[in-house]
């Protein structure tokens, strides 16, 4: 069997999972929420609530309000985990709230760093949907609040980073082979001449688990949001074609290959795995759909899991806490679960 060809930039699913558009944003009227006090938290928390779930739009009633001081500490990390809210956002919950949409695919943090934080997130890279869609909600909540604005400097935000267009784009990215050949220093060197930067797989000071990666653009100000975009667009396909390239020659490596096939069957058979070793052998998986190893594993799969081994997550949906022993239990059959129906064909490579 070949490998899986992706002759065009258009379909990028190998190496991009998804596309994160997000916009701070703050009210004219209050002080910044490091400034504010709980009782005036809830103020503006109120506020931002009323302004989405009366507001008459076609989306109003798909959203549905979260007071983050109500969850469970599980519930809590769990957003996290699924990319729905920051790590600092649930450090203090406290007159923090959260609207989502039913589907997930939008989140609105109330008094994070700002006041308001729209964030969109489209499967694939959809930089466009993406953008389209977050400035649309921003437009329903600048028809019913005053943002803080300034004529020469741009929406005003609370990190002098942020002042400008507010807008952080970031394409979450699956870089195993260049991983592997130690070019992410370089990369990550390069990028930051250019007003971007790569991080791990939840931003700003983590560290990539699983060969996934976060590339944002870092520069507001100045620059329009379709400019930085369309940077962003620019340096992806870059990385895109050289991540390629590095699969390419790494594909015919025989001890590539055997660690693929050797994760596919500890990922198949194992009884126990823990969260950061699932996370590796899932992405030596993923690389191995991407080459074309494996039938009946398509890459969807393995994003799902990348969030649902989660150990929050996974705690969440089984309903109650667990010891980490238990947890790594239920991980290896739930995974094992997702790979019941799956083939591994013969790779000619290996018999050459």
């Known amino acids: 069997m070949t490998a899986k060809k992706f002759d065009t930039l258009k379909d990028v699913s190998d190496v991009v999972i998804s596309t994160r558009i997000r916009f701070a944003r703050n009210l004219r009227d209050y002080p910044f929420p ?94 466009d949907g993406a953008y389209d869609l977050a400035d649309k909600i921003d437009t329903l909540l ?30 979450m990215m699956h870089l195993p082979a260049l991983k592997r050949n130690n070019a992410m220093g370089k990369i990550s060197a390069s990028l ?79 009884k126990l795995v823990s969260n950061d070793e699932c996370m590796e052998l899932l992405s030596r998986l993923r690389f191995g759909a991407e080459l074309g190893l494996f039938e009946n594993i398509d890459m969807y799969t393995v994003n799902r899991l990348f969030i649902e081994i989660q150990p929050a997550t996974l705690m969440k949906n089984i309903g109650k806490k667990l010891p980490s022993i238990e947890r790594d239990r239920i991980r290896a059959e739930l995974v094992r679960t997702a790979l019941t129906h799956s083939k591994v064909p013969v790779n000619r490579r290996l018999e050459e």
């Open 142 to 171: 600048d028809e019913r609040l005053n943002f803080a604005f300034n004529d020469n400097l741009g929406y005003l935000t609370q990190c002098p980073t942020n002042i400008g267009t507010g807008m952080r784009a970031s394409l």
């Open 192 to 270: 930051s001449k250019l007003g971007l930067a790569i991080r791990g797989i939840y931003g700003e000071g983590t560290e990539p688990r699983g060969a996934v990666y976060q590339l944002s653009n870092q520069v507001t100000l100045g620059i329009s949001e379709q400019e930085a975009i369309n940077n962003l667009r620019d340096i992806a396909h870059q990385l895109i074609t050289q991540e390629r390239a590095a699969r390419e020659t790494l594909g015919k490596n025989i001890n590539v290959l055997d660690e693929i096939y050797r994760a596919y069957g500890l990922l198949h058979y194992a």
């Open 34 to 127: 490091c400034r504010l006090g709980n009782e005036k938290k809830c103020q503006v928390a109120s506020i931002v609530k009323e302004a989405v779930l009366d507001s008459h739009s076609a989306v109003s009633d798909q959203f549905r309000y979260i007071q983050m001081s109500e969850l469970t500490q599980e519930e809590a990390v769990s957003l996290v985990e699924r990319h729905l809210v920051s790590p600092e956002f649930i450090s203090d919950r406290q007159g923090r709230g959260l609207l989502l949409l039913n589907d997930e695919s939008v989140s609105i943090m109330i008094n994070e760093e700002d006041h308001i934080r729209i964030q969109v997130i489209k499967q694939d890279m959809d930089l």
